[in-house]
């Protein structure tokens, strides 16, 4: 009985840290994928160890009762997440709900039931961050070079615009309707100081002239940090940027991404490399 008087509360403190780890946490824009990554993939777990906690704890409650309890925490915690500045996410609330689920089954299925349970839920917590682990190796790996095809299907490489791998080994980018559209490259080899040029290799489509911008965001600071920006006609260009121009001494690269504006929407640029020398 003292052990259950015990083990109540650890329980319940170990809900309320996982639950606001992954819902009302504020993770710095700056911080790295694979930090903001693990944050989203608590949510399974949270959930899971929710229900598991309330179904064994209130064994009189029907397991639909649990559910219910858990998709309503689910639902508050997401409203909540206004008060963070983070966004409510559907697709959060359906991990929330399969980790409700998955909790109940290991609390009250059958021991097939609960041992599958156990393994989906280990298998889909470690899943998106061992993803994002194994393509930070690789990139590092092709270290100096920054961003090219081969990065292409990876979670560090996010576009908000159309992107595809083009016969030529390049990305093509067509831009979007939207603000600053073009790639982005997060987890980025953080220090560059030892490189004096950042060489990108690009052509630009159409019979217009196109406006190309490279931006930097560092580690210790939200938002945009540096950036460089000029107008390029139509053709295949050599652009060198100093290193020294995008990153200041002490800082560490979190992020670059290469976007045009939203004025050049429906235009498409197909970028070679971007690299260091």
């Not at 209130?58 to 219910?68: G, N």
């Not at 109940?104 to 994002?132: D, E, F, H």
Request: proline fraction near 4%; charge should be neutral; aromatic fraction near 10%.
């Amino acid at each position: 009985m003292r052990a259950h008087r015990f083990l109540v509360p650890l329980g319940a403190a170990t809900i309320l840290g996982l639950l606001t780890l992954a819902h009302l946490w504020q993770v710095p824009e700056s911080a790295n994928l694979l930090l903001r990554t693990w944050q989203n993939s608590l949510h399974l777990p949270a959930f899971a160890i929710l229900s598991f906690f309330v179904a064994m704890v209130f064994r009189e409650l029907r397991a639909v009762t649990v559910f219910l309890i858990g998709i309503g925490v689910a639902m508050a915690l997401e409203s909540a997440q206004v008060m963070t500045q983070r966004d409510a996410s559907l697709l959060d609330l359906a991990f929330d709900a399969v980790g409700v689920v998955l909790g109940l089954l290991i609390a009250r299925g059958q021991m097939g039931m609960k041992l599958a349970a156990v393994l989906i839920l280990v298998i889909a917590t470690a899943w998106s961050p061992v993803q994002v682990w194994r393509w930070k190796i690789q990139h590092d790996e092709l270290f100096p070079v920054l961003l090219d095809s081969r990065l292409f299907g990876s979670p560090l490489l996010t576009s908000n615009s159309s992107l595809e791998r083009t016969d030529g080994d390049g990305l093509r980018i067509c831009l979007a309707d939207v603000a600053y559209p073009g790639v982005q490259v997060d987890e980025a080899p953080q220090h560059w100081k030892a490189y004096e040029t950042l060489a990108m290799r690009f052509q630009v489509e159409g019979a217009e002239a196109l406006r190309m911008t490279l931006a930097i965001g560092y580690l210790s600071k939200p938002g945009t940090s540096a950036y460089v920006t000029d107008l390029f006609p139509p053709g295949t260009h050599h652009w060198e940027i100093p290193v020294s121009a995008v990153q200041a001494e002490g800082e560490l690269i979190s992020y670059f991404k290469v976007h045009s504006s939203q004025k050049y929407a429906g235009r498409c640029f197909v970028l070679a490399s971007v690299g260091l020398r």
